[in-house]
């Protein structure tokens, strides 16, 4: 394509540029969604990161309360 001047270049450069990124966002969401076993280990991490939390939050609150309980 010929242009005139260099505005009409930049828009066009940066349309094609979003269409390529668009792809290689549309290829990477159906690649992840053809294989459900990677939602499945992202949710098993998030399970496990998250009880780990919770046993440390349990763990410190049950140590104060029983350095309450002693004084």
């Not at 242009?3 to 270049?9: A, E, R, V």
């Not at 969401?29 to 991490?45: A, L």
């Amino acid at each position: 394509m010929k242009f005139k001047s260099n505005s009409g270049k930049t828009l066009f450069m940066t349309i094609i540029i979003v269409f390529i990124l668009v792809i290689i966002g549309a290829i990477t969401y159906f690649g992840i969604i053809s294989y459900p076993e990677v939602f499945n280990d992202i949710k098993v991490k998030v399970q496990q990161t998250f009880n780990k939390n919770e046993k440390n939050n349990t763990s410190s609150t049950s140590d104060t309360t029983s350095e309450n309980n002693d004084l």
